[in-house]
């Protein structure tokens, strides 16, 4: 099945750790994203890559950090500079339609503080 | 940044009835999407909008792109215990980066049976 694969579901994070979440597709998108999400909140961009060795920063980007040294992969590290980390994460890829990008999501990974 | 306002934050319904939901904003968009998500699962695309007053459907699932190009709409018809959710309106405002998506706050459903 093609899709977007995010692991682990749920991950703990011990005080002054950094942690990694993992973000897998085969859908031949060359975008992905990661959103963070918090309760009765919308969704907030962290960081996005269009291309291979490619990132931008989102609105929210300090105290995280992305890699893109494959097409498929696009993980992201919570470091312990990010005080607050406890949120749902999502991690997306898009595929152009016309002048937009239509975004398709995993099913999240919820990160909680010890 | 820019926002999308979403209306309303929830709806309490019995199986069966129809339910609207809107997204507004101050701004110009060229594109809508309308996801929906299950608790603890992440956002399902349910109808993507490219131009003004659009109508699309999908099953029970209705949408508009609105006239003025600063809103949408989504409609279910008829509703059943599975459309329980969080719905999301997403879009691209006009002259923004195409690759940065701005989402509402969503709107909880729930659906009595």
């Known amino acids: 099945d093609g899709g977007i694969t995010q692991s682990p579901k749920y991950l703990f994070r011990k005080e002054g750790q950094n942690v990694t979440l993992s973000c897998e597709q085969n859908?031949?998108?060359?975008?992905m994203y990661w959103y963070r999400q918090d309760p009765g909140q919308g969704l907030r961009l962290i960081y996005y890559s269009q291309i291979v060795n490619d990132f931008q920063k989102g609105d929210i980007a300090e105290g995280y950090s992305v890699s893109r040294e494959k097409k498929e992969s696009f993980p992201l590290t919570v470091t312990s500079a990010q005080k607050n980390p406890t949120a749902f994460y999502l991690c997306?890829?898009?595929?152009?339609?016309?002048?937009?990008?239509?975004?398709?999501f995993g099913s999240g990974t919820q990160l909680s503080v010890l | 940044g820019q926002q999308l306002n979403q209306s309303p934050q929830s709806m309490f319904i019995q199986e069966g009835e129809d339910v609207s939901m809107n997204c507004t904003s101050s701004?110009?968009?060229?594109?809508w999407l309308w996801y929906k998500q299950d608790p603890g699962e992440g956002p399902v695309l349910l109808i993507a909008?490219?131009?003004?007053?659009e109508l699309t459907s999908n099953g029970r699932l209705t949408a508009q792109f609105g006239i003025t190009r600063k809103d949408s709409f989504l409609n279910i018809s008829a509703s059943i215990p599975s459309d329980v959710g969080i719905y999301f309106c997403a879009g691209y405002p006009r002259g923004g980066a195409t690759n940065k998506l701005i989402f509402g706050t969503g709107t909880l459903l729930a659906v009595q049976p």
């Open positions: 997306a890829s898009s595929i152009r339609q016309g002048a937009s990008e239509k975004l398709f």
């Open positions: 701004s110009i968009f060229n594109t």
């Open positions: 859908l031949n998108h060359d975008a």
């Open positions: 909008l490219y131009k003004a007053g």
